[in-house]
């Protein structure tokens, strides 16, 4: 994708330009009530100051020929660079991308290039967890310029303020914006960004006004009152999954169907978050599945057989279930039937060794509860059995999370 010299030539001169007009503007004797047209003018000129550092950044990088991103990947983040010198549009917006798309990786590439041109403003990324958080933390210090120590966290245990790139939860959102002050930040990324939608968190996201702001999610509509485009603008780019199984991205998938030969009716589970209440999907499913559905599963692994990978047995399986106690009973009941043990639980309630052993082939198949779901890729998984969700955003995130 070609980036014309005269318009890397026309952004440095903005960029002068921009920091001229916010010092004039800063020391001009402007009344009180004028206060609040000087406050938004700042912002608007701080984040197009920042969105000029950060495209010049991705072109350069690219020019170089230094973006470590696959085809598809490079072409997201050059829409941002792929624009008008005196166009700011995309100075915050969201990229809708598929499961597995590779957003930290996205966000690396980001973060460097806006770090290589805007060494003096703060780049934040906000994840749902700590978990997460620092898998994606030490990612950046494997995989890019940046040294360790350029690497903070903001959350529970630890609140680092001072470092040039600050991993924070979306809890600690608001504390971390106090302590760094909103004037020193130029660059958030959002990861699995759907999780910035509550009321709360989009009052607390309005602090970032000055700043490039931009969401990565498989899931830009969480539910019918909230969605992506209210925190952060337009849609820069959108992966579907079709598209990501094309692009090598993905494994192919196919879709199947278990059906209850007892009829069921879920709705009386459903819950104010607009998912399935896990105590109620419990005693409901003994109407059905207590001994059928299980059984049935178990058979399925152990004798079934599919048209392009044969036989079941063996594979790599992940089951997402709807709570701990139908993960603990499933796994009781493949086990039984096995004669030996080739499941396991994963849950809130289990700690973190079922997924390593897991990850590290010593059992087959792994039955979660909302564990392994958003920043988790497996390549030798082969098979995907979901429980039903009236989420949309678990429904999106289920799809199997093989290679990535």
Not at 201 to 228: I, N, W
Request: aromatic share 8%.
């Amino acid at each position: 994708m070609p980036i014309d010299p005269e318009d890397l030539a026309k952004i440095e001169a903005n960029k002068r330009a921009w920091q001229k007009a916010v010092e004039d503007a800063e020391n001009s004797l402007i009344s009180r009530a004028d206060e609040p047209v000087l406050e938004k003018y700042v912002e608007t000129s701080e984040r197009r100051r920042s969105f000029d550092a950060l495209r010049r950044g991705i072109a350069k990088k690219f020019v170089a020929n230094e973006l470590d991103l696959e085809d598809r990947q490079q072409e997201s983040i050059l829409k941002l660079a792929d624009t008008d010198a005196d166009d700011y549009s995309l100075s915050h917006g969201y990229i809708h991308a598929c499961t597995a798309f590779g957003k930290t990786y996205l966000m690396m590439a980001l973060a460097e290039g806006y770090r290589a041109e805007e060494p003096y403003k703060k780049i934040i990324v906000l994840e749902e967890n700590a978990k997460v958080l620092e898998q994606v933390r030490q990612d950046f210090m494997d995989k890019t310029s940046f040294a360790a120590e350029d690497i903070g966290a903001f959350y529970g245990k630890e609140k680092s303020a001072a470092a040039p790139v600050i991993v924070a939860t979306y809890a600690s959102m608001e504390k971390m914006v106090q302590a760094v002050g909103k004037e020193n930040i130029g660059l958030v990324l959002c990861d699995e960004a759907h999780h910035i939608l509550s009321e709360n968190r989009q009052r607390v996201a309005k602090a970032f006004d000055r700043s490039c702001l931009y969401g990565f999610t498989a899931t830009p509509e969480y539910d019918d009152d909230r969605d992506c485009a209210r925190v952060f603008g337009e849609v820069i780019d959108s992966v579907t999954l079709r598209e990501g199984v094309e692009q090598g991205l993905l494994c192919s998938f196919k879709n199947g169907l278990f059906v209850s030969r007892i009829p069921v009716d879920l709705t009386s589970a459903i819950n104010r978050s607009g998912d399935y209440d896990g105590e109620k999907l419990a005693e409901i499913f003994k109407q059905s599945h207590l001994n059928g559905i299980r059984e049935e599963l178990a058979n399925f692994y152990l004798s079934g057989e599919d048209p392009d990978i044969g036989a079941i047995k063996g594979k790599m399986m992940i089951v997402n279930a709807p709570n701990q106690h139908e993960a603990d009973e499933l796994a009781k009941v493949f086990n039984q039937t096995a004669g030996y043990e080739i499941v396991r639980a994963y849950h809130t309630n289990t700690g973190e060794q079922p997924l390593a052993e897991f990850n590290a082939g010593k059992f087959p198949v792994l039955i979660q509860v909302n564990r392994v779901t958003e920043g988790y890729s497996n390549k030798k998984v082969e098979v995907c059995i979901n429980y039903p969700t009236a989420s949309r955003v678990r429904s999106a995130q289920r799809p199997c999370p093989a290679p990535g």
